[in-house]
C-alpha cells in the first residue's frame, strides 16, 4: 500500500503545478491538519482513493467551510482494507482556538477510544497533528507534543505515528523519522510517501490479549 501524506504547507507540485494521473499510484491520502480546504479538496477531486484528515491548530476556519469530498477521522478508528488508523488532531494549548487542548484534555479523548481500539485489536497508525512529547517537538509551548500519544504507543504498539506541525524551517535538526520502541514516528511536513506492506482484512490481535502457550 502506497500512502500520500500531506501536513502544514501546500505541495505546488501537488496544486500549482499538478499535471494529471498524478494520484493515480496512491492508495490512500492522509493528511495531519493545517492546510488550505481548497487544497484538500482538490485532492480529493483528482483521486479515486479517500483523502482521510485531522485538524491543525490553525484549521478553525473547518467548521465552516470544510474540504469537500474529504473524510474526517478525529477521535475514531477508521478500518481501510484492513489498516486502522486513529485520528488525533490538534495541537496543544497555547490561545483559543477550537482545536486546541491542554495535555489532560488529550488524554480525555485518548481515553475515550479505549473501547473502539478494544473492539478492533488495537490499531496500525496514529495519526495526528502535534507530535508526542520529547519525539520530533519542540520546547515553546505551541510545539510541545503530547504525552498521551507516548501511553497510547505504548500500550498498543502501532506500526507508525504520523505528525505534522513542526516546519522543516524551525530547526535544522529536524528528523522526518524517528524510532519510539515498536513505533516508526514521521514528521509529514509538506508531504511524504510511505509505502507499507497490505494489511489482511482480519486485524491482528493485539499482543496484550494473546494467551501464553502452556
Request: glycine share 6%; hydrophobic share 35%.
Amino acid at each position: 500500500m502506497k500512502i500520500l501524506i500531506v501536513s502544514d504547507t501546500e505541495s505546488k507540485a501537488l496544486w500549482d503545478f499538478y499535471e494529471p494521473g498524478k494520484l493515480d499510484e496512491y492508495d490512500l491520502i492522509l493528511s495531519c491538519g493545517d492546510l488550505d480546504a481548497e487544497y484538500l479538496s482538490f485532492l480529493a477531486t483528482f483521486t479515486k482513493v479517500p483523502v482521510l484528515y485531522v485538524h491543525g491548530n490553525h484549521d478553525d476556519s473547518y467548521a465552516q467551510r470544510p474540504p469537500e469530498g474529504c473524510i474526517c477521522i478525529e477521535d475514531m478508528v477508521y478500518n481501510y482494507k484492513g489498516l486502522r488508523i486513529v485520528g488525533l488532531g490538534g495541537s496543544l494549548r497555547y490561545k483559543p482556538g477550537i482545536h486546541q487542548y491542554t495535555q489532560r484534555e488529550m488524554k480525555t479523548r485518548a481515553h475515550a477510544l479505549r473501547f473502539r481500539l478494544w473492539k478492533n485489536r488495537g490499531f496500525d497508525i496514529l495519526l495526528t497533528h502535534a507530535p508526542a512529547e520529547g519525539y520530533g517537538d519542540a520546547e515553546d509551548m505551541p510545539h510541545h507534543g503530547f504525552s498521551a500519544f507516548l501511553s497510547m504507543m505504548d500500550r498498543y504498539r502501532p506500526r507508525y505515528m504520523i505528525h505534522g506541525h513542526v516546519h522543516a524551517s524551525y530547526t535544522r535538526n529536524m528528523k522526518r523519522v524517528l524510532k519510539y520502541q515498536d513505533t516508526q514516528i514521521i514528521n509529514a511536513y509538506e508531504r511524504y510517501v510511505l509505502e507499507i506492506p497490505d494489511v489482511s482484512e482480519s486485524p491482528r490481535k493485539h499482543r496484550r490479549h494473546k494467551k501464553k502457550a502452556k
